[in-house]
């Protein structure tokens, strides 16, 4: 398999990644970050490095500040 590229998501699109589960970029950072929502419990998350298969499948070289939001966010 070709190592996927990296990429900058775009804002509201979103992604399946190659877990099983699809997130919703809310935010583009500097430096290749940007914060991705799980879309099925709003687990948020800043990814670094975010990559894309061939197949639009993504993945992350790593993640930072994993959190739900709180209920009053």
């Avoid at 699109?13 to 190659?18: A, E, G, L, P």
């Avoid at 994993?66 to 209920?71: D, V």
Wanted: glycine fraction near 10%; charge should be negative.
């Amino acid at each position: 398999m070709k190592y996927p590229n990296l990429i900058t998501p775009a804002v509201g699109q979103v992604y399946h990644n190659r877990g099983g589960a699809d997130y919703r970029c809310t935010e583009v950072l500097d430096s290749g970050r940007a914060v991705m929502v799980r879309l099925h419990d709003n687990w948020t998350l800043v990814a670094h490095g975010v990559r894309q298969y061939d197949n639009g499948d993504i993945e992350w070289d790593w993640s930072t500040g994993g959190h739900w939001p709180s209920a009053d966010s």
